[in-house]
């Protein structure tokens, strides 16, 4: 069956799902980082803002991203179907249909971006605007089909949740907020290709030129360590930059040293079950790794460690 009869195929089935299948196709693990690292952007903000102005802000963004979602699945259905990952979500697995999906994106992304607008400023409410967009047709449209790039460019929208959240209460973007971007934007590649590593198959079935597929598994494996060299100082550069204290200095060096190591094995060790191990482990850890940063940050601040 063809790419384009499979999504025939699912147009023409399904539909009418329940309330949980709307609510895997907002993405709801992916929004739970984003929510996270909103907050992170809302608490660090210089000034004040009223308790339920900020619930509002980071409900929309966290909306915002749920639509992003959906989105996506409305777009990648054809390949969703293919991927073993991806099989059983809403559309492929028949739960929705394409027709829904798009229509409850669509009314999400309006809706999160116009309540955002009005509830804090449009600064925020256009930074929110252009992650949906980036998210859904640069990424989602062009680049994930199109270049073994598509991660490093893409990553720009998921990196944009703090520096939201910042824009929520300030009405501006500062470096402070473009700092916590670009955490999020180099740790991005690696982390997404340690994935792309041990679910190649995957990627191979569906025809998306994710870097090992399109350079094969040693050039990734050279580029997973290069970014995780220059996501290092990247790391610490809030401590740099004077908004973090010496807790969040010695946590995001130990850290960093601790992401090298997980790369360096993966660029060591190249072939058999261990290959994969090794890419399963970064995987793990880079998530532990983000986590950790941003918590640090919001517990500092919350504690009045910070700077």
């Not at 023409?12 to 907050?39: C, N, Q, W």
């Not at 903000?45 to 996506?72: D, E, M, R």
Request: with cysteine; hydrophobic share 55%; aromatic share 10%.
């Amino acid at each position: 069956m063809t790419l384009m009869e499979q999504t025939e195929t699912i147009a023409e089935t399904g539909g009418h799902g329940e309330v949980r299948d709307y609510i895997a196709l907002l993405k709801p693990r992916v929004m739970s980082l984003v929510i996270f690292t909103a907050l992170v952007g809302v608490v660090l903000a210089p000034t004040t803002q009223h308790p339920v102005l900020s619930f509002v802000a980071l409900l929309c963004i966290a909306i915002g991203a749920g639509a992003s979602g959906a989105l996506n699945m409305w777009w990648d259905a054809d390949i969703d179907r293919i991927m073993s990952r991806t099989q059983n979500r809403p559309i492929p697995a028949g739960k929705v249909t394409p027709q829904e999906a798009l229509a409850f994106g669509l009314t999400l992304s309006g809706g999160s971006v116009v309540t955002l607008g009005l509830a804090t400023n449009w600064v925020a409410a256009g930074l929110l605007a252009f992650t949906i967009f980036f998210y859904v047709v640069i990424y989602t449209m062009w680049l994930k089909r199109s270049t073994p790039q598509n991660i490093v460019i893409g990553g720009a929208a998921g990196a944009l949740p703090p520096v939201v959240g910042w824009a929520a209460v300030t009405g501006t973007v500062s470096i402070e907020s473009i700092a916590l971007f670009m955490i999020i934007f180099a740790w991005t590649p690696p982390h997404f290709w340690a994935l792309a590593l041990f679910k190649n198959d995957d990627y191979k079935a569906a025809k998306i030129p994710m870097l090992p597929v399109a350079a094969g598994e040693t050039a990734t494996r050279h580029q997973i360590l290069l970014y995780s060299v220059i996501l290092m100082p990247i790391g610490v550069s809030p401590y740099l930059l004077g908004y973090a204290g010496i807790g969040y200095g010695v946590l995001s060096t130990v850290a960093g040293l601790g992401f090298l190591y997980y790369a360096v094995q993966v660029w060591r060790t190249r072939e058999g079950d261990a290959a994969h191990k090794a890419a399963v482990k970064l995987f793990k850890f880079s998530l532990l790794y983000l986590s950790g940063l941003f918590a640090a940050l919001l517990i500092e601040h919350l504690l009045g460690l910070g700077v």
